[in-house]
């Protein structure tokens, strides 16, 4: 699909590097009953998704401690069976758990709010082992590399891509009228943007670290405060010959304003109830619960927000490494759900992960090595959870989706993922073609009972 940057949109890209608030400008419109919010926590690195949803049935456990003997050895007793934290549905196993570091999505996934969609990954069409070992030239390029694996996961293409599916549903939500135009539709809570980029809506920057840090650069540059550089930029813009230059400090001028506005309200956030953890995962959702705590003040009916989770490539350390992130991401997801249910939004809410891949069931050493399809986990009042959607591949070698090394060859495509959550966003059939023009080749549905 070819899009055309046009000026309106060189400007937003140069507004977002200096982590600034978008081109867009705010339409006040009344709040709605009928608001929903999207949180996609991207884990930057590849997660082992053998170690994240292992297997439970006493076969299928053996099979698994098998193969990775030697990096069970390094976890001591946490990856013993007996240590594993079995998921049930309706009073009946599921054949699978999770680790004991995650024992709040645990009792998500138990009380109905939380469900799981295994083996998901970037695919142009179906695809098995017979299709590769025939030479199928239909895959998505670049494979197992983790900048264009994060890019195509966000937007459909490798690195150097520009349009991110978030972007574009913004883009939908908001030419349907739907939610009024706003620059805070999108937000990034840290600096990876591109999921957000739309070709009218543009991700606003609400990690408070990357403004204090502009405002640092632009004392130490200028030897101004953000107050008195906008003075100047607006006297410049007013009496620049040149269109770029006006419209530049116009874009500055405006950035700085939809940053005192977006302070100001979350300024005023009432207490969420809860305490976050103190890692990045921790404050990136607490940002975002504070944000959706004052949501009216913004008059929008639909958000889209992105965090970021890194060191999730573990090549080596993972005994050592994946715990600890397991427990960060974890706690921080419970916390951001009890702070949903304190503010009585639980039920407008959905979260997601996502990731560059997940990693090979074969062992490096004390590590994996990058893979292809992976599990991830979705939360939120509208999750009918407590259930495993997709397949998840026994633990073994040569099955119909091992690429080889236990890298899984996905049975869920990303566009079908991402077109459940915009559709559960009130985007069209239609305007999901439009974001995601690879799930017109997939002609099953099989997340279409995830949200209600």
Excluded at 86 to 113: I, Q, R, V, Y
Excluded at 210 to 220: F, R, S, Y
Excluded at 267 to 292: C, H, K, M, N
Excluded at 378 to 402: K, M, R, T
């Amino acid at each position: 699909m070819t899009y055309t940057i046009n000026r309106r949109h060189f400007l937003s890209a140069c507004g977002s590097t200096l982590a600034l608030a978008p081109f867009a400008r705010s339409v006040l419109a009344q709040p709605s009953a009928d608001y929903r919010a999207m949180v996609i926590i991207f884990q930057q690195g590849g997660v082992d998704c053998h170690d994240t949803v292992l297997p439970y049935d006493p076969g299928a456990y053996n099979a698994f401690a098998e193969i990775r003997q030697p990096l069970l050895n390094l976890y001591g007793q946490s990856r013993e069976r007996n240590a594993l934290l079995p998921l049930e549905t309706a009073g009946a196993s599921t054949g699978f758990a999770l680790p004991p570091e995650m024992s709040g999505l645990k009792s998500l996934f138990d009380e109905g709010s939380a469900a799981i969609v295994g083996n998901v990954g970037p695919l142009i069409q179906p695809t098995s082992l017979d299709d590769l070992l025939a030479g199928y030239p239909n895959l998505p390029p670049r494979l197992f590399s983790h900048n264009d694996q994060q890019s195509i996961w966000q937007a459909n293409s490798p690195e150097g891509a520009q349009l991110g599916w978030g972007g574009l549903f913004a883009d939908a939500v908001v030419a349907s009228g739907l939610s009024a135009t706003s620059p805070f539709t999108s937000i990034a809570t840290s600096n990876e943007t591109l999921l957000l980029t739309g070709l009218n809506t543009f991700p606003f920057s609400g990690d408070g670290s990357l403004n204090l840090e502009l405002q640092q650069i632009v004392a130490d540059s200028t030897g101004l405060s953000l107050n008195q550089l906008g003075a100047l930029l607006t006297n410049q813009g007013q009496t620049a010959e040149h269109i770029l230059m006006r419209d530049l400090s116009q874009l500055t001028i405006d950035a700085f304003s939809d940053n005192r506005a977006y302070a100001t309200a979350t300024a005023s956030a009432p207490d969420l109830g809860v305490q976050f953890p103190g890692g990045r995962v921790g404050r990136q959702l607490e940002s975002i619960a504070r944000t959706i705590a004052v949501k009216d003040e913004f008059a929008i009916n639909r958000q889209i927000f992105m965090a970021v989770a890194p060191s999730y490539d573990t090549h080596d350390f993972q005994a050592d490494r994946l715990p600890a992130l397991h427990t960060e991401l974890d706690g921080s997801i419970l916390a951001f759900t009890e702070a949903m249910k304190n503010l009585g939004r639980f039920g407008d809410v959905v979260v997601a992960t996502a990731s560059d891949f997940g990693r090979t069931l074969s062992v490096n050493g004390d590590g994996t090595d990058h893979g292809w399809g992976g599990h991830h986990f979705v939360v939120g009042g509208p999750v009918n959870g407590g259930a495993i959607y997709g397949d998840i591949p026994d633990p073994v070698y040569n099955h119909s989706q091992d690429s080889g090394r236990g890298r899984l060859i996905p049975t869920i495509a990303v566009d079908q993922y991402a077109a459940e959550l915009g559709r559960w966003f009130g985007l069209t059939e239609s305007e999901l073609d439009t974001a995601l023009p690879n799930r017109l080749n997939f002609s099953d549905t099989p997340l279409n009972n995830l949200l209600g």
